[in-house]
Structures are given as structure tokens and as C-alpha cells.
């Protein structure tokens, strides 16, 4: 069984800086696209951005793009969210996401892409 686990979360104030980590338990991640999602509070799960196995190709939704990177080393089986600028509506928890083999990269939006979740890192920020 994979697991992906995510650290890094916390408290800050609008304007501040963030750097999520996911830890993947096997290799495995290594060939697969590696996705972030947040869940606000009475929200459904939404896309944050995604990274190609490789690293050469990312995506952003609108709302994090020129703020946030998505970056991935695969010697370490880890991939990063680097969040600056943060908001007061960038408050959620956010999961880290492994992409379902086979998955198109048109496609890494929706989370049926994905077939493997992390548990979470609440992320406040505060205005």
C-alpha cells in the first residue's frame, strides 16, 4: 500500500510564505504526475496544480498561478508546494494526490485522476 504524507501546514498571515511537503512511501511516484488539492471548510476539493513524472510540465489553477510552485524530487520521493503570497481564501486543508497510472494530462484536474491521497495539512492564514 502507498502512502503519501503531507507536512509543512500551519498558521500565518496574509502576505506570508508556506512550503508543503509530500512524502511518497515508495518509488513507485517516481513515474506517475503528482497533483495538490485544498478542501475549504463546506467546500468540495478543489485542484491546486500539478507536476508531470519528470518535472518538466506543471499546471496551476487561476487562483494560485504566480504565487504558488509545484516542484517534485524523485530521489526523495517528495513533491513541494512553495505557496507565497498567501491569502485569506488560500485557507483550507490540502491534500496531496497521486496521479492513476495511465491518466492523460488533460485530465489532472479532475481527482478521478487520481487513485492515491495524503491525509491532509490544515492550512489558516489570517488577514
Known amino acids: 500500500q502507498v502512502q503519501l504524507v503531507e507536512s509543512g501546514g500551519g498558521l500565518v498571515q496574509a502576505g506570508d510564505s508556506l512550503r508543503l511537503s509530500c512524502a511518497a512511501s515508495?518509488?513507485?511516484?517516481?513515474?506517475?504526475?503528482m497533483g495538490w488539492f485544498r478542501q475549504a471548510p463546506g467546500k468540495e476539493r478543489e485542484f491546486v496544480a500539478v507536476?508531470?513524472?519528470?518535472?518538466?510540465?506543471?499546471y496551476y489553477a487561476d487562483s494560485v498561478k504566480g504565487r504558488f510552485t509545484i516542484s517534485r524530487d524523485n530521489a526523495k520521493n517528495t513533491v513541494y508546494l512553495q505557496m507565497n503570497s498567501l491569502k485569506p481564501e488560500d485557507t483550507a486543508v490540502y491534500y496531496c494526490?497521486?496521479?492513476?497510472?495511465?491518466?492523460?494530462?488533460?485530465?489532472?484536474?479532475?481527482?478521478?485522476?487520481?487513485?492515491?491521497w495524503g491525509q491532509g495539512t490544515q492550512v489558516t492564514v489570517s488577514s
Open positions: 494526490a497521486g496521479g492513476r497510472a495511465g491518466s492523460r494530462w488533460y485530465m489532472m484536474e479532475n481527482k478521478n485522476a487520481y487513485d492515491y
Open positions: 515508495r518509488r513507485t511516484f517516481s513515474d506517475r504526475a
Open positions: 507536476i508531470s513524472w519528470r518535472g518538466a510540465n506543471t
